[in-house]
């Protein structure tokens, strides 16, 4: 069905003249040769039609750019009707302003048949035999010829065309070789015919110069009907040959058409051996390369687009257990931080890890360390919200990130739970491996607001949570800081206690119990 776009083409006052107008012409006495009539303006686009066009734009067809360099008309195309099987010529008539700038085209489209039919008639209404004839364009193209379809022939630089000087007249062409007679043309342009004379086209009429001279009228008869014989065979044999040649144009175009759409197995089978014929093989031979080349092409963004996939999930994700790593968990945590800030949204970070891993990493090596890890992270993958984050933050560390819980209470079942699936033993070959981790939380925006204070404040509650005996968790509060603080100061004056003699040497005495001597 027609958009409303192109519904409007042909519902406008323009379009609506211009039906009216070939109404006038199809209901009169002679059928018209008016197929379809549109407009189009200066950028190439349909702006009223008579009927529903394949598509609305032409600026980007061959005969365009005439249009715009050259005034008057000039020819667009002509194809053949398979359903009425008639020819069909279009022809492109320039349209200036008041100025004589260009300002758009009017496109006809002819029944060349019809046409034909209604020359043919005219010329026979005269009394004079017509044994030849020629319709050429206002820039010398061939539009039609008794002699054989030579479509859109260029007749500009011939005698022939050169000899046509005013509205109507006669030359005469003499034969090139010695003894050859020579042919008289009588010409007229276009005038009568359904106001066909501002295409610029004239009419050709051949006749040959010994049948002129012959005295004898029934020799003329004689000849009139041998000439008209060999003719129409001229004219059936054209036919059929453009058929052939349109059939294959056609095939041509649908396996363009496929190949368009994606389908680049599309390929002409033809028989004959003409033209046509090795134009099609030529068009098979380049659709295999093309081919070829889309494969190729499709291999390597492919292979391109895997070589992403693996630098990303390098960047962005632990290459032991497949969870996001440090750099994907605080962009995530910086996301959800900027989103909360605008719309009071509270988030939870929990910062885990595992007691006594280190012990088992050393007894039982690296391989039993490295299986532990993955065990530990199927497991976090199990017990975490679809929406929430679950992030190897390096060694035997992972992190959660809890978005939208609403109260700190849903962070309490969530890390109750995740600690009672760790207490659960790891069973590797018959051995069982005991792992519990132990939790810091800091909660978003209390605790916090950016990712690092959040990341930092969940490992002092995690380290809180080691102190008070393991395997449980903490929730971080401002006193920890204090506690930490003045830990790592103590930590820091003992390095240079011994230096500025810091240091006082205190003895405990030995007392023997049953003598009491020192």
């Keep these: 069905e027609a958009t409303p776009f192109l519904k409007s083409l042909t519902d406008n006052p323009l379009a609506r003249e211009i ?57 667009c195309e002509i194809e053949y009707d398979e359903k009425d099987g ?26 060349l048949d019809r046409m034909l039919a209604a020359f043919k008639k005219a010329i026979v209404s005269k009394g004079r035999p017509s044994f030849g004839y020629k319709l050429v364009s206002a820039d010398g193209r061939g539009l039609f010829s008794d002699e054989e379809h030579k ?68 020799l003329k008869k004689i000849l009139l009907w041998v000439l008209s014989a060999v003719t129409l065979a001229a004219v059936l044999a054209s036919y059929l040959i453009s058929k052939s040649i349109s059939k294959g144009i056609d095939a041509l175009g649908e396996a363009a058409k496929s190949i368009g759409e994606g389908d680049y197995d599309a390929r002409i089978s033809m028989a004959s051996k003409d033209e046509v014929a090795g134009l099609a093989r030529t068009f098979n031979a380049m659709a295999e390369r093309l081919k070829e080349a889309v494969e190729s092409r499709d291999l390597e963004i492919a292979e391109r687009k895997r070589g992403e996939e693996k630098i990303l999930q390098m960047a962005y994700y632990d290459t032991l257990t497949g969870l996001p790593n440090r750099t994907l968990f605080f962009d995530r945590l910086n996301q959800v931080t900027a989103w909360g800030k605008r719309h009071t949204r509270l988030a939870a970070v929990v910062f885990l890890d595992l007691d006594s891993f280190k012990t088992i990493n050393d007894s039982f090596g690296h391989d039993v360390g490295d299986w532990i890890l993955t ?21 035997d560390e992972f992190m959660l990130l809890l978005n939208g819980i609403g109260h700190r209470e849903n962070a309490v079942n969530i890390i109750k739970n995740i600690l009672s699936v760790m207490k659960e033993p790891f069973n590797r070959d018959g051995q069982e491996f005991f792992v519990t981790c132990s939790a810091g939380i800091s909660m978003f925006p209390d605790d916090g607001l950016d990712a690092v204070t959040l990341v930092k404040n969940a490992d002092t509650a995690m380290y809180r949570a080691k102190d008070d005996g393991k395997s449980g968790y903490r929730f971080f509060a401002p006193e920890m800081n204090a506690a930490a603080v003045e830990r790592i100061m103590l930590e820091n004056r003992l390095h240079r206690a011994l230096e500025y003699g810091e240091f006082e040497v205190w003895y405990q005495p030995q007392v023997d119990a049953s003598t009491l001597e020192f």
């Design 375 to 395: 065990e530990v992270a199927g497991r976090l993958k199990k017990t975490h919200r679809e929406y929430d984050t679950v992030a190897r933050f390096g060694g």
């Design 151 to 218: 479509l859109r022939e260029d007749l500009s630089g011939t005698k022939l065309f050169k000899s046509i000087k005013g509205d109507s007249g006669y030359f005469l062409v003499q034969g090139d070789d010695p003894g050859e007679g020579g042919e008289l043309f009588a010409y007229s342009r276009l005038r009568g015919h359904n106001r066909l004379s501002r295409f610029g086209w004239t009419l050709l009429v051949e006749y040959p110069l010994d049948l002129v001279h012959a005295p004898a009228a029934g």
């Design 86 to 111: 008639h020819f069909h010529l279009g022809e492109a008539i320039r349209v200036n302003d008041r100025g004589g700038a260009f300002i758009g085209a009017i496109v006809v489209s002819l029944d």
């Design 19 to 75: 039906m009216e107008k070939l109404r006038y012409y199809e209901e009169g006495a002679e059928k018209g040769y008016y197929e379809d009539v549109y407009v189009v303006n200066r950028f190439g686009a349909i702006v009223a039609q008579s009927r529903k066009a394949d598509h609305y734009r032409h600026d980007n067809e061959p005969w365009w750019k005439r249009v715009q360099k050259n005034g008057g008309a000039c020819v």
